[in-house]
T-cell receptor
């Protein structure tokens, strides 16, 4: 398997623009997670899906952020409008089941810079 | 609010030494504990998990868990320069793990 795929790998945009990050989880994984990582706050869970259904979006910072998972092989995280404080690395991760070993497989991340 | 605390470091050790990384957590109901390694500019990768009190060994890595003290640690024996990375502790209660901010480890030749 190719692992979790994310695109783009790098995104530079101007404040106020819409940004869409994309993720393809590992085939057969029922859980998909979106994380944001910054030096100040570390790795933060934004939202996660189970079988394409959003389960917990309490980590989404505000209404400017939205996430969708239209099918088992694709998810998007959208920021509209973007702000400089959204600059971070955004990781998508997937997991087969929620058992005790609970290994999450992380994608390579998208480094977002908002100027 | 579930807290997972790690010393940010950097922890600097000479090649061949034992590196000891520590993590404390606030939620007494936590059930599973994970150590991820993250190289600079890369994504986290799982290296160990533990859910019972005591030690768990995997090669040069040993995870130690003490639930009474709410403390989990990672020992890396015979440290190598290739072990230089940030190590993230993650603690899971019922569902989703909470990550610490990580400890930077530098192994110098």
């Amino acid at each position: 398997d190719a692992g979790v795929i994310q695109s783009p790998r790098h995104e530079v945009t101007e404040m106020g623009q819409e940004v869409t990050l994309r993720c393809k989880p590992i085939s057969g994984h029922d859980y998909l997670f979106w994380y944001r990582q910054t030096m100040m706050r570390g790795l933060e869970l934004l939202i996660y899906f189970n079988n394409n259904v959003p389960i917990d979006d309490s980590g989404m910072p505000e209404d400017r952020f939205s996430a969708k998972m239209p099918n088992a092989s694709f998810s998007t995280l959208k920021i509209q409008p973007s702000e400089p404080r959204d600059s971070a690395v955004y990781f998508c991760a997937s997991s087969p089941i929620m058992d005790s070993s609970y290994e999450q497989y992380f994608g390579p991340g998208t480094r977002l810079t908002v100027t | 609010q579930k807290e997972v605390e790690q010393n940010s470091g950097p922890l600097s050790v000479p090649e061949g030494a034992i590196a000891s990384l520590n993590c404390t957590y606030s939620d007494r109901g936590s059930q599973s504990f994970f150590w991820y390694r993250q190289y600079s500019g890369k994504s986290p990768e799982l290296i160990m998990f533990i859910y019972s009190n005591g030690d768990k060994e995997d090669g040069r890595f040993t995870a130690q868990l003490n639930k009474a003290s709410q403390y989990v640690s990672l020992l890396i024996r015979d440290s190598q320069p290739s072990d230089s990375a940030t190590y993230l502790c993650a603690v899971r209660g019922s569902y989703i793990p909470t990550f610490g901010r990580g400890t930077s480890l530098i192994v110098h030749p």
